[in-house]
């Protein structure tokens, strides 16, 4: 009788235990949002060099057999021709890397940071002269607006003529920043004006369809994408809006701006940001986990393509070699924040993001913060992919409940422990049909769960999204349109190839 009442009070007192456990409850709907492109990094001058020779750092982080799964190049399409006296910083620049991106079957764009000198306002690539030379403003001239298109025409020719067919082409990196180096200042009306009646110039049907991306914002301020947006026939030449993020969260202006781009069935991409960039040291892991949150936030604010800022750097995805930083910094080895962009664009590439009843109390307040716990989920194939963020220094059960049953799984887990490449995966202990899982997230950790949904009860999202790519409209890469395509190119609808003329 002794032995039972113990028992008893053992039971009792594990349950209560149990019991006064913290938990957060979180639940995936089957409510679809946006489809992910895909995510990058920028192969520009700098931390790249030797410039336009070296692409042993994007062969290790881009393509489906790399770790890191990369698949977005931006480019740097730099002010001059080629054999001006801008010397090496002409279009050789980035094509070894853009030729290594394009044969893993990835995505290439380029950005200007400043059209030729000869057709601006103060005469040179300058955003803004030297003091000595006044500081004047470097704007693109009016009566040289009838040639900016051409130029981008030209710079499309040279690459396709060494190998490289370019899948958009943005207008201005940061037109809202005044800068002594490579810059180009645009007011939002000049980028309406451009837009509206000169981007038909450029060359869709030649350059294979080729994307035209806006003006790429400093904060991803909206009075430089709304308007051309609001104006119908810009928003005919516009296929993606973008913007930086410096200064501002993800899901402050970037959220705000992605409106009107998902409201008309554009894509809404991040092309430059660098997080915690700690010129002193390598970053911490839980600057990694900040990292991840701006990620996942980007994600909640309808983000279709992510791209990261250098991608050789000590705060970013290879080392550079540079011994003041660390021993870990070891030219082109992979740094842990690589292998944090790897839960994203390993799992997240090509899925379409599913509503949670965590999504409203997403968003770190500042930048430098992080929130204590984030979350995030995904419909991919016969998988409902589930991201889980824990930036706090204790473990916390998570609950969590899935739209379908689930026969099996994998946990992809990071912790930031020295193992040989910082995410660890293992098979999830699921012996019969589930809706339904319980976790205990370890403390600053990053997990990834990739659910398996049960033939006989598939999720009906998954079968919605299967079949809207089947009977509607979707690009060759397989990114799913709102309509009938307005601009030339080739599509597939129906299961077949059409092109638009």
């Not at 930048?367 to 992919?385: L, R, T």
Request: net charge negative; proline share 4%.
């Amino acid at each position: 009788m002794k032995r039972f009442v113990i028992s008893m009070i053992l039971i009792v007192a594990v349950t209560a235990i149990e019991a006064a456990k913290p938990r957060t409850s979180l639940i995936v709907y089957s409510t679809k949002k946006q489809t992910v492109t895909g995510f990058g990094g920028a192969c520009c001058d700098g931390a790249m060099k030797p410039f336009g020779t070296d692409n042993a750092c994007v062969s290790r982080l881009y393509g489906v057999k790399s770790k890191i799964g990369l698949n977005i190049l931006r480019m740097e399409i730099s002010p001059s021709f080629t054999g001006d006296n801008w010397g090496d910083y002409d279009w050789n620049g980035s094509l070894p890397s853009a030729k290594t991106v394009k044969n893993r079957g990835g995505i290439v764009f380029g950005t200007p940071w400043s059209p030729p000198g000869e057709y601006k306002t103060n005469g040179t690539a300058q955003g803004g002269n030297a003091e000595d030379q006044g500081y004047q403003r470097g704007k693109l001239r009016e009566d040289c607006y009838d040639k900016f298109f051409p130029w981008l025409n030209s710079y499309l020719q040279w690459m396709k003529d060494h190998g490289v067919e370019v899948d958009a082409v943005s207008i201005q990196n940061e037109p809202d920043w005044w800068v002594s180096y490579s810059g180009c200042l645009y007011d939002p009306e000049d980028l309406v004006n451009l837009v509206k009646n000169y981007a038909y110039m450029l060359d869709r049907e030649t350059y294979a369809g080729v994307k035209l991306i806006t003006g790429e914002p400093l904060g991803f301020t909206q009075n430089y994408t709304d308007p051309l947006l609001q104006d119908e026939t810009c928003r005919g030449q516009i296929d993606i809006v973008a913007g930086h993020l410096y200064g501002h969260l993800p899901l402050q202006y970037m959220k705000a701006a992605g409106r009107l781009a998902l409201q008309y069935g554009k894509e809404l991409w991040m092309t430059e940001h660098s997080v915690t960039d700690n010129t002193g040291a390598l970053p911490t892991w839980k600057e990694n986990l900040i990292f991840a949150e701006e990620l996942n936030e980007c994600m909640l604010a309808g983000c279709t393509g992510y791209i990261y800022w250098y991608l050789r750097a000590h705060w970013s995805f290879c080392g550079t070699g540079e011994t003041q930083y660390g021993a870990g910094n070891v030219k082109d080895q992979l740094l842990p924040r690589a292998f944090v962009m790897s839960h994203f664009s390993k799992n997240v590439t090509g899925s379409t993001r599913l509503e949670t009843s965590q999504d409203v109390n997403a968003g770190r307040t500042k930048e430098e913060e992080p929130q204590n716990y984030q979350f995030s989920a995904y419909a991919k194939g016969d998988s409902i992919i589930v991201m889980c963020i824990n930036t706090t220094d204790e473990t916390r059960d998570v609950k969590i409940t899935l739209p379908s049953n689930v026969t099996s799984g994998q946990l992809w887990l990071s912790t930031g422990n020295e193992s040989e490449n910082l995410c660890q995966k293992s098979d999830l202990d699921i012996t019969e049909p589930i809706s339904s899982y319980l976790y205990e997230m370890p403390a600053q950790s990053l997990n990834t769960f990739i659910f398996i949904v049960d033939d006989g009860s598939a999720i009906e999202e998954v079968r919605a999204v299967k079949e809207e790519i089947t009977t509607g409209w979707c690009t060759l890469d397989g990114r799913r349109l709102s309509g009938k395509p307005t601009h030339r190119g080739v599509y597939i609808h129906n299961g077949k190839k059409v092109v638009i003329k």
